[in-house]
């Protein structure tokens, strides 16, 4: 009854758009994953990429639960579709970002509502980062080709702003769904080409298509938040 009681009680913090979308998305990740015979691996990492896109939306510290076990299962995606920068951003990066981002969120959290306080980058900031991101995506793109990474330029990309990306939701900032609305983007365009020659990831593929989604819907909500504070 308690389980029960707990999700009653988030539910109310999601709108109607969140329900439905978020419903909808994990039952047709589901369905077709399993109408395709997709990789069971491939599915868990999808479901729990979804509920920790939405919750790290919605500012909920337990997002970072479902990160960590959709970390794990992508790792492994990675690995056998030779995605090497994939593999060391999520096991080297997103895991120990993942359980500092859990610790760290928990001291900025609204008692009202248990949810975190949203912070924005100023100029200089924005100019110096994407700056960065740009000179470090071109210079990993090299090293990824020699390790003979099939898409080296997109993986590069996808890693680097991925880091950048990781960095500002520890920090909360709201310029992190600019940046995942971007990997999400690249990450479509990759899985599309992998799925598209035989390997069973439809639904890491369909994952990334409700990222998408999800990460404009939340950089919209997130700049109200921020303009109305």
């Known amino acids: 009854m308690e389980v029960i009681s707990t999700i009653k009680k988030e539910l109310k913090y999601l709108n ?83 359980i ?50 099939k898409y080296f330029v997109l993986d590069s990309f996808i890693t680097i702003i991925s880091v950048a990306a990781m960095y500002l939701t520890v920090k909360r900032c709201v310029e992190q769904w600019l940046m995942w609305s971007v990997v999400n983007t690249l990450s479509i365009i990759v899985w599309f080409n992998i799925y598209a020659s035989g390997s069973k990831t439809f639904a890491t593929l369909l994952m990334w298509c409700c990222y998408l989604i999800i990460g404009i819907y939340y950089y919209v909500n997130w700049k109200k938040a921020m303009i109305t504070k």
Request: net charge positive; hydrophobic share 45%; glycine share 8%.
């Open 16 to 98: 109607s758009f969140e329900i439905i979308f978020t419903s909808f998305a994990l039952i047709s990740v589901i369905t077709l994953s399993f109408v395709m015979k997709d990789s069971k691996i491939a599915l868990i990492s999808a479901v729990c990429g979804l509920l920790y896109t939405v919750m790290a939306g919605k500012g909920k510290t337990y997002c970072y639960f479902f990160g960590m076990l959709g970390t794990l299962c992508y790792c492994y995606l990675a690995y056998k579709n030779t995605l090497y920068g994939n593999l060391l951003l999520n096991g080297c990066y997103y895991l120990p970002m993942e």
């Open 100 to 149: 500092i981002g859990f610790f760290a969120w928990r001291k900025h959290l609204k008692k009202d509502e248990n949810t975190i306080e949203k912070t924005s980058m100023d100029k200089k900031s924005s100019i110096i980062l994407y700056s960065l991101v740009f000179v470090a995506g071109l210079i990993f793109s090299f090293i990824l080709q020699n390790l003979g990474d």
